[in-house]
């Protein structure tokens, strides 16, 4: 009697891992990919935001120009494309590289003159690739949960010293290892994931922490909803983080978003996906909205 209830149960976990894998194989971090299986996909999309949080957590919409005595505004804009790929060298170790490419200006102007013009101060323009990023993800734990751990690298191919005024638009980044946990909780017809990671930069750039957190919905088949939020925290002594320059990429930005995302799995493995991202609170940092178009293929 108890073998048996014991092989409904372990009969039961597997169906309920089967349906939420199948809900979830486009893309889902703390679920491992089979041994010999796939996934890549290419995203394209848009960011833009006007107004930027503070360090006290306020957001502005206006700089002073001391030279030309006069207000102006800002419009930051990104046109943005990403790469990706996923493959399962074994069924506890998957690895996965990441590609982002983003065309971004920033458009600068002053507040209307007297005769209700609006002069521009600045327009300025750069597109770079963001970083070259590859890792891999070992499971350390399956059943009624899953847990894994992950090791990331990102070298940008700009390297750059925060706010440096001598370099060109956004200046360049940081060389950085991330280390992560993944916790996933399958149910029927839903799902729960947890990450956490410690993003490790050069001396002259913050250390980070991040938290990334969904709730997965499949109640329709070959098909995902997903909720979101994302959360980077800067590390170390506050004193240390420089005032917010719209020009440079800040080298501790603080911030907390949520979004959803919807997908569809075709049966041949296609998949589409559509995201929609938005800053909702933070310091030193642009206030975004963000939204997605991914096309992907599961082989």
Request: hydrophobic share 40%; glycine share 10%; net charge negative.
């Amino acid at each position: 009697m108890q073998i048996k209830a014991q092989i409904s149960k372990n009969l039961f976990l597997a169906l309920i891992s089967l349906q939420v894998f199948l809900a979830m194989e486009v893309y889902a971090e703390a679920w491992p990919r089979p041994k010999g299986k796939g996934y890549v996909q290419c995203s394209v999309g848009s960011m833009s935001g006007s107004s930027f949080f503070e360090s006290d957590g306020l957001r502005s919409s206006g700089l002073y120009d001391s030279l030309a005595l006069s207000t102006y505004t800002f419009d930051f804009s990104g046109t943005l494309m990403t790469l990706s790929g996923e493959y399962g060298l074994t069924n506890d170790i998957t690895i996965y590289a990441t590609l982002p490419f983003g065309a971004y200006s920033l458009n600068e102007k002053f507040v209307t003159d007297s005769i209700g013009n609006r002069p521009i101060r600045a327009i300025l323009n750069r597109t770079l690739l963001s970083w070259y990023a590859i890792g891999s993800r070992y499971t350390l734990y399956s059943g009624p949960l899953t847990a894994a751990i992950s090791g990331e690298i990102r070298l940008p191919p700009f390297m750059g010293i925060p706010n440096d005024p001598s370099a060109e638009f956004l200046g360049g980044g940081s060389n950085e290892g991330i280390v992560a946990l993944h916790i996933g909780i399958p149910f029927e017809k839903s799902w729960l994931e947890v990450k956490g990671a410690l993003s490790l930069r050069e001396q002259a750039w913050n250390d980070r922490f991040l938290v990334h957190a969904e709730a997965g919905f499949s109640s329709v088949e070959r098909t995902a909803l997903k909720f979101f939020v994302d959360l980077q925290q800067p590390l170390g002594a506050v004193r240390d983080i420089p005032e917010f320059d719209i020009r440079r990429i800040h080298p501790a930005e603080f911030y907390a978003s949520a979004g959803a995302s919807f997908t569809i799995a075709l049966p041949d493995g296609v998949s589409f996906e559509a995201m929609y991202n938005l800053r909702m609170l933070g310091s030193t940092a642009w206030s975004l909205g963000t939204v997605m178009l991914s096309a992907g293929y599961t082989f």
